[in-house]
């Protein structure tokens, strides 16, 4: 059962313009969301994180907005620079107790120049 | 400060073979984790742990031990490899997850073949 899932494989985008990156999931008692970006023979590396306090985390061309009634979260690239073009991940956890970070399937980001 | 490293980089394996992934960390963090990523699955949490002496299952823990007798330290074994382990497996430390704003930090992976 995957209680974090990104259902769209890849996307390809046009380099100067937005991408954006969706992630959902299941449990509720999630309250704490990353995202990492990885590129090819390297391990993912953090971009943004976002608590379920808030409904908005911006850090420079990367906003995270959580809508939690929905159980979604999404990642904008603004704007989108060649660069950007990795495997995007997003994760969850619930900090109650579990102490595990569950990882989504990832989305394939292709910004074309 | 090397971060998280993981070796070997790569190994090939007949089923049946045992063998440790080593993974070590030299930023002082309590929480450790390993995970597999195979094409169309995403990373998926093998084990976990919160401190040297403490540890426990992730999503996909059938197949694997691990120990954490260090802070620094936690090596994956695989007792009887079978080709349904062949993935990529990284290893990450955070300080802990129940620590505002923790992120995890990625080691660069250790790419398993199992024939």
């Known amino acids: 059962d995957q209680q974090v899932k990104q259902n769209s494989p890849s996307l390809s985008v046009q380099e100067g313009r937005i991408s954006i990156l969706n992630c959902d999931y299941t449990n509720s008692m999630f309250d704490y969301f990353l995202w990492y970006k990885k590129y090819p023979a390297e391990g993912p590396t953090f971009l943004i994180s976002i608590s379920s306090i808030k409904d908005k985390n911006e850090d420079g061309r990367f906003t995270v907005f959580l809508n939690k009634s929905a159980k979604h979260l999404s990642l904008h690239i603004v704007p989108s620079q060649p660069g950007d073009s990795a495997v995007y991940f997003c994760a969850a956890s619930a900090r109650t107790g579990t102490y595990k970070y569950i990882f989504g399937t990832g989305t394939r980001l292709k910004v074309l120049a | 400060n090397a971060g998280v490293t993981q070796t070997p980089k790569f190994q090939v394996l007949k089923t049946g073979q045992s063998m440790t992934l080593q993974c070590a960390q030299d930023m002082n963090h309590e929480y450790m984790s390993w995970y597999r990523q195979d094409p169309g699955m995403g990373l998926r949490l093998i084990h976990y742990s919160v401190g040297a002496g403490i540890t426990d299952q992730g999503e996909v823990p059938n197949g694997y031990n691990v120990s954490r007798s260090t802070t620094e330290d936690f090596p994956l074994r695989l007792l009887s490899a079978a080709p349904s382990q062949t993935s990529v497996y990284f290893c990450?430390?955070?300080?802990?997850?129940?620590?505002?704003?923790?992120?995890?930090?990625f080691g660069p992976g250790t790419r398993l073949t199992v024939l």
């Open positions: 990450a430390s955070s300080i802990h997850p129940d620590r505002e704003g923790d992120t995890q930090y």
